[in-house]
């Protein structure tokens, strides 16, 4: 009885905390398992990582595109033109597709992101070649028939509309479109109802054509894979050309002054979501590590400030967590939280609260070197199986971080002093300027909300249109 | 067919025997653990890996909500919240700093069956750890102000995973509707008065009765020695007594008669329904032959329910099937998500035509091997790590008293043939033996009556 323990995972199990990291090691340079690059014909770069611990052959892909990628008033180009890779190709139906990957074994898993689209599959190590040949059908010929488009638009328009029924994943979406104004982060990857049911066949079509591309992707093959892999990979991704990849630039970040609530109603609810930030940093800012031990310290980790505060100490919420999503262009600081209405009120103001004492006392030395021991010490976990490596490394690699990050890791957190922390604090995170949503009955918080900040009220439903 | 196993395992499993290509997948899924119990009836497993500088510590009690009082449900995810208030020794705070400063995580899970706690470590805090979970297994702090505080906690979590989830609706309903005397019919987080009515001496005589050595499963995986990790084990728990575990007495859950259904209207756009029936429990032959059933009909869009309602009809937005298997009856279930504003009975009965024919026709050859192949990749991807496979092993003892139960699985799903699927669902899912739980948008029409939902709730 193996396969309980997935299920259980999933739905039947109640987990003390929702608070999770990636995942000791002893310092100097961490080695990582051994990986080998080669660059295809066409200019697919392609990383190996070999692992014989198990029967298993893993692909995943990594093309340089996501949602900010979609027209101004085409959003949700990105997201169908994943959906639609494994629904017909030029040799195959969806359905025979369908049926060939559940045969091997699953499916292709498509992740469209802001920045980028990973696309990934598993099967055993047996069936490889079976999986080489309809993976690289998939993205390199995918059919975007007339009707698959149809079905598709249908089928998004469709999770548009019930996002609303999933509270947390709701308060999520709308919060990034009120931090963002007109920024592309400010889109749903699924995109808008209004340009999701305009789009056409041709502006699928141009999407990826424009940017899935050998030479704006890269591709890890990890498990255990034939010796002859190259060679396999050069005749499966042979025939996809190459082409200049399109560059893309991001409007300015909007700022935010002072602070601002925004209360989205919905009368039912029987929990009021909170998400409160502001923008945060890009995935190549120079104090990416010490804002990550910053993070630990304040609600990055079980035993955090916000933890211990806003749960342990108060009873107001089972999860509360901090989190700097650092992108291409600079992603968001975020608090996530629930409680129950009558404290929303309560809830907001000590949040605050605790982010002003942190930013302007800073952290201690106690806390700064229990921080780094937890994050060295999660470190090999982040890297434990051969895919986390292949996964990450291609992430890395897509926003230019050398793999010295990696090797290096242990060293360079362990390097970083208290007074740096501080100092990245004071530099990258905004108590008083940021902004706050909450997803509630509005009667039962307005008067809550009001004597800490100015509030702006709105009903759900402009967001289910 | 599977020879490439042998091959490959060998390479993986450091301590693992030569295999000889003729024995079963289960001897070369094997991986090898050292079991052993103490004087006062601790079961211990330990499994060296050396590949990562990790190990992962379960300790897990066979007490779950299925143990609980009608009037105290929830308490058994209660209690594990409060195992995280710390000891005299390891205060609250001192206790979750000292795991983390350690460069380590924790967390703990409840379910109908079993209540586990686990550690994922960088190796060398054996010691530690194992003195911390010993150490908690006895010494618990009952502090009122604590306690006042967690029960708010596990509130806002009932709050955030049922009353404010369609999903968790759904599960609750699922769970209420199969069983009318069984204790798996309430939930694992337990109803809000009983919450609020659970005193601490209740809590304290929950901890005095089910934490006790002789009730715990403890499994430690990864980097570590196995001679001095025993020692360490001697030492800490060595001087916890044993003591008499009382009987799980509760009553069978008899066979349903009649189909039954439930349903909360709620301000969704989406309409969203399950259908569930009594199913065998853990380790039964028939619950390997259900899982691969419910494969077939909802897992992933080769399944036969999602090609018909989701990519025919366009009815629905997903819909998966499985089979849950606790350990003392199972519940295979189909769970839907109806798109907005289409009609939720035509794909309840879509999905009792696919029932009806897994009934009347078998299963084709391609299907059952593709089943097979989908569970074979979940098994391998649950032993990528040090803590999937500590918590294999623990499920496993814990549930079953034996964890090689978990080598035979792949043998034991490989055997499964078209007929025993048909037959299969024969037995178990007949049309009177469903229960429906619908949760349809305000304002939408009623559903058709169907005959013999008399004995709804």
Do not use: M
């Given at each position: 009885m193996i396969r309980q323990t997935v299920m259980v995972l999933t739905f039947l199990v109640l987990t003390l905390g929702c608070a999770s990291m990636p995942g000791g090691g002893g310092s100097g340079s961490f080695k990582l398992r051994p990986f080998r690059e080669v660059t295809l014909k066409n200019g697919l770069k392609v990383l190996l990582v070999e692992d014989k611990s198990l029967p298993y052959f893993s692909m995943f892909m990594l093309v340089a595109a996501g949602s900010s990628n979609d027209g101004l008033t085409a959003s949700g180009t990105a997201f169908l033109v994943g959906d639609l890779?494994?629904?017909?190709?030029s040799k195959r139906s969806a359905m025979e597709l369908a049926d060939a990957m559940g045969q091997i074994g699953g499916e292709l898993s498509v992740d469209v992101g802001q920045d980028f689209t990973m696309i990934s599959a598993s099967t055993l190590a047996e069936h490889q070649a079976t999986l080489l040949q309809n993976f690289s059908e998939m993205v390199?010929?995918?059919?975007?028939?007339a009707n698959e488009v149809d079905r598709a638009k249908k089928q998004v328009i469709a999770q548009l509309q019930k996002t609303v029924d999933n509270p947390g994943n709701f308060a999520e979406v709308v919060f990034d479109s009120y931090l963002y104004g007109s920024h592309p982060y400010a889109r749903r990857v699924l995109g808008r109802k209004r340009d999701v049911t305009k789009l056409r066949k041709k502006d699928i079509i141009k999407y990826y054509l424009t940017h899935y591309r050998p030479n704006n992707a890269q591709l890890a093959i990890v498990g255990d894979f034939a010796p002859t892999i190259v060679e396999d990979l050069e005749t499966v991704f042979g025939k996809w050309t190459s082409r200049k990849p399109a560059e893309l630039t991001f409007p300015e970040v909007p700022s935010i002054s002072g602070l601002q609530i925004q209360v989205i109603d919905k009368q039912d609810l029987k929990q009021t979501e909170i998400r409160l930030g502001h923008p945060g940093i890009k995935?190549?800012?120079?104090d990416f590590l010490k804002l990550r031990v910053a993070n630990t310290i304040l609600g990055g980790a079980f035993h955090s400030r916000l933890v211990d505060e806003i749960r342990d100490r108060r009873g107001l919420t089972y999860s509360i967590n901090s989190s700097f999503d650092a992108r291409k262009d600079a992603g968001p600081f975020t608090v996530s939280t629930f409680t129950r209405h009558e404290k929303v009120g309560e809830t907001v103001s000590e949040t605050l609260r605790v982010m002003k004492e942190f930013w302007e006392k800073g952290v201690t030395d106690k806390e700064v070197a229990d921080a780094k021991a937890l994050l060295r010490g999660m470190f090999p976990r982040s890297l434990e199986t051969a895919e986390r490596l292949g996964e990450t490394m291609l992430i890395l690699r897509y926003y230019q971080i050398p793999d010295s990050y990696l090797t290096n890791y242990l060293r360079d957190i362990e390097k970083i002093k208290t007074a740096e922390v501080n100092e990245a604090i004071k530099k990258h995170l905004q108590p008083a300027n940021l902004k706050v949503l909450v997803f509630s009955p509005k009667d039962k918080v307005l008067s809550q909300l009001r004597p800490i900040g100015l509030v702006q009220v709105k009903n759900y439903s402009e967001y289910v249109q | 067919m599977f020879r490439w196993l042998s091959l490959s395992l060998l390479i993986a499993?450091?301590?693992?025997a030569e295999v000889s290509p003729k024995t079963s997948l289960a001897d070369q899924m094997r991986i090898e653990v050292d079991k052993y119990q103490l004087p006062n009836g601790l079961t211990v497993l330990l499994h060296e890996d050396h590949s990562a500088p990790l190990i992962s510590i379960h300790q897990w009690f066979r007490v779950g909500s299925s143990h609980e009082k009608v009037g105290r449900t929830g308490m058994a995810h209660f209690f594990e919240h409060l195992m995280f208030k710390g000891t005299p020794k390891y205060p609250k705070n001192e206790f979750d700093r000292q795991i983390q400063a350690n460069g380590g995580t924790n967390n703990a899970m409840t379910s109908l069956d079993y209540t586990g706690y686990y550690e994922n470590m960088p190796s060398g805090t054996l010691d530690l750890i194992l003195d911390i979970e010993a150490d908690r297994m006895r010494n618990l702090n009952f502090d009122p102000t604590e306690i006042k505080n967690e029960r708010e906690v596990v509130k806002e979590e009932r709050r955030y995973r049922v009353e404010n989830s369609v999903f968790g609706y759904l599960h609750e309903g699922v769970f209420e509707t199969v069983f009318r005397?069984?204790?798996?019919?309430?939930?694992?987080?337990?109803y809000m008065k009983d919450l609020d009515a659970t005193s601490m001496e209740d809590l304290k005589e929950f901890y005095r009765v089910f934490y006790a050595p002789n009730n715990a499963v403890l499994v430690i995986t990864g980097d570590f020695k196995s001679g001095a990790t025993k020692s360490l084990i001697e030492k800490h728990y060595g001087k916890i007594p044993s003591q008499p575990l009382p009987e799980h007495k509760f009553d069978p859950e008899p066979q349903q008669k009649s189909q039954r259904s439930m349903q909360l209207v709620k301000d969704v756009q989406s309409p969203t329904f399950a259908v569930a029936y009594q199913a065998p429990p853990a380790g039964q032959d028939d619950a390997y032959v259900l899982d691969l059933l419910a494969n077939i009909l909802?897992?992933?869009?080769?399944s036969r329910l999602h090609k018909q309602l989701v990519y025919r009809q366009q009815v629905a937005s997903s819909i998966s099937a499985w089979n849950y298997t606790p350990l003392l009856s199972g519940v295979f279930q189909i769970f839907c998500s109806v798109k907005p504003g289409m009609n939720m009975e035509s794909a309840i009965n879509t999905t009792f035509n696919e029932i009806y024919k897994m009934r009347n026709r078998l299963v084709s050859e391609d299907e059952l091997k593709k089943a097979k192949t989908q569970v074979m990749i979940d098994y391998i991807d649950s032993l990528k790590t040090v803590s999937g496979k500590a918590r294999a092993l623990a499920l496993n003892e814990v549930l079953f008293k034996d964890y090689t139960m978990m080598f035979k699985d792949l043998d034991r799903y490989n055997s499964v043939t078209a007929e025993q699927i048909k037959a299969a669902a024969e037995k178990y899912l007949q049309t009177h033996q469903a229960a429906i739980v619908r949760v349809k948008p305000q304002g939408a029409p009623a559903p058709v009556k169907s005959s013999g939902s008399s004995e709804g709730a």
């Open positions: 890779l494994d629904k017909g190709t390199t010929e995918p059919a975007f028939s995935r190549t800012e120079p | 499993v450091s301590a693992q005397v069984h204790p798996y019919r309430w939930p694992v987080v337990g909802g897992n992933g869009s080769s």
